[in-house]
């Protein structure tokens, strides 16, 4: 049996990739770039480790710490410091902490107290079962009322997707969201009802999932992973086009200036959904990948600043915050990536982590560096009281950052569900299907990998075998 293709070096397509050989598939994984890892980029210069990425996994599954322990990094898994759990969302200009129980919810001044009598009259408030989708605006004003929406919801929003409430589909963003309306008809009463069925499967809300890192960063993981796929692995190779034929499919490829071909009995695109859409595709059916190009990818810049600590008047002790549209600041939100774990700026020093664009300022994300360090630094004196230049800086352009599960995204997924149907050997997976969380992606890439193996057992099964054992 020849290989099966691998497009893309993300960690989707590294974890699936590295499941298929330990489970005796052999892969070919191309990576139209020089490096592997996707949006996953640590930085270590001048004392400072800086993501430029996600900045943690959530252990959301079992799956994800199995990934760990078979890629033999447990001894350099890093647990956030203890004293970081808080997490703060701004109102009145400044960082509140966010409740961790219903007594807290009832104390914070977070919330008035009409939007607190708002979500104690939820479980009262009728589920709606006409099955139109919702955006979660709709679905938070519904529910929640205005108040919840722009001084929460919205914040979440634009620190999950960088994208707008008004657009996100609450069906196709927050899934479970949905189901606990559609089975309990209320979210109260799902999450204290659902808790049992949620620990059978194994699950944990990401909200209450525990996060890590490793040692020298994110950027550890698929570096690990690029070494156990060794020779499987070809970077700077580019897939041009697939071709359905009798025995699998054919790649044509551009690689060192020059185009080849290679055959495969199935293939995995594990890559983004604008260059699927780019993609050449032969098949008997006649069947397209263009369609994706409409999926929306908007800018975002991650912006690393480092400060002394003595020129940060907030104490920082938490995972970061989350700002609303209506607090009127230009950044999105900003983790406190040192005080998460440490080795992340040198004694004495913090380090910032945040992010601009988005659906909310899309023109902003593209300022030039200078421009980013300076809009940046004015809303953290506001915010933090930061006083004082940065002692380090660094900033990354993400040009198309995130999908955005729209109103009308369930039509994509349906379509990749159809193309793999119609197209026996073609697998699609990763963000832009399975959630764009880096804990999804781990996900979504052991799921496909026992996809993939049960295809391939399809192929090694000889119809003869079967007919002499019935003889």
């Given at each position: 049996m020849s290989p099966v293709a691998i497009i893309g070096a993300g960690i989707t397509g590294l974890t699936a990739g590295f499941y298929l050989q330990r489970k005796g598939v052999p892969v070919t994984v191309y990576?139209?770039?020089?490096?592997?890892?996707?949006?996953?980029?640590?930085?270590?210069?001048?004392?400072?480790?800086?993501?430029?990425?996600?900045?943690?996994?959530?252990?959301?599954?079992?799956?994800?710490?199995?990934?760990?322990?078979?890629?033999?990094?447990?001894?350099?898994?890093?647990d956030p410091d203890p004293r970081a759990e808080a997490r703060y969302v701004v109102r009145y200009k400044r960082p509140i902490a966010m409740p961790g129980s219903p007594l807290g919810f009832l104390t914070t001044g977070l919330f008035t107290a009409k939007a607190k009598?708002?979500?104690?009259?939820?479980?009262?408030?009728?589920?709606?079962?006409?099955?139109?989708?919702?955006?979660?605006?709709?679905?938070?004003?519904?529910?929640?009322g205005r108040e919840f929406l722009d001084h929460a919801i919205d914040a979440l929003v634009a620190g999950v997707y960088a994208g707008d409430p008004y657009k996100i589909s609450v069906a196709q963003a927050f899934p479970k969201l949905a189901q606990l309306e559609a089975r309990y008809g209320s979210l109260i009463k799902g999450q204290i009802f659902g808790a049992r069925e949620r620990k059978k499967r194994g699950e944990v809300a990401k909200d209450r999932a525990a996060k890590f890192s490793f040692?020298?960063?994110?950027?550890?993981?698929?570096?690990?992973?690029?070494?156990?796929?060794?020779?499987?692995?070809?970077?700077?190779?580019?897939?041009?086009?697939?071709?359905?034929?009798?025995?699998?499919?054919t790649l044509e490829l551009h690689a060192d200036g020059q185009d080849t071909r290679a055959d495969h009995s199935a293939v995995l695109y594990a890559g983004t959904a604008y260059k699927l859409a780019s993609l050449g595709l032969e098949t008997a059916a006649g069947l397209s990948f263009s369609s994706f190009s409409e999926i929306r990818y908007p800018p975002v810049a991650s912006v690393v600043l480092g400060f002394r600590r003595e020129d940060v008047e907030h104490p920082c002790q938490g995972f970061g915050m989350l700002i609303p549209r209506v607090e009127g600041f230009k950044i999105l939100g900003t983790i406190f990536s040192s005080s998460l774990f440490p080795n992340r700026a040198p004694a004495g020093h913090l380090a910032l982590t945040s992010y601009v664009g988005g659906e909310r300022y899309p023109e902003l994300a593209s300022l030039p560096p200078e421009k980013l360090f300076e809009l940046t630094c004015e809303d953290l004196r506001v915010l933090l009281?930061?006083?004082?230049k940065p002692t380090f800086q660094h900033s990354v352009f993400y040009p198309k950052a995130i999908p955005q599960y729209n109103l009308g995204y369930g039509r994509y997924r349906k379509s990749m569900s159809d193309l793999e149907a119609k197209a026996p050997g073609l697998f699609l997976a990763g963000h832009y299907r399975d959630g764009v969380s880096l804990s999804d992606s781990i996900v979504s890439g052991c799921n496909v990998a026992d996809r993939i193996e049960a295809f391939c057992r399809t192929l090694r099964h000889d119809p003869k075998d079967e007919r002499a054992q019935v003889t």
């Open positions: 990576e139209a770039s020089g490096r592997v890892g996707g949006v996953i980029q640590s930085l270590t210069q001048n004392g400072y480790l800086a993501e430029f990425g996600p900045n943690t996994i959530l252990e959301t599954s079992p799956k994800i710490g199995q990934l760990v322990r078979d890629a033999g990094l447990e001894k350099r898994r890093l009598l708002a979500v104690l009259r939820e479980p009262f408030v009728p589920a709606r079962r006409d099955g139109e989708e919702e955006s979660i605006a709709e679905f938070v004003l519904r529910r929640l040692d020298n960063g994110l950027q550890v993981l698929p570096e690990t992973l690029r070494l156990a796929l060794g020779d499987a692995l070809r970077l700077n190779t580019s897939v041009t086009r697939l071709i359905q034929n009798s025995s699998g499919w009281g930061v006083k004082g």
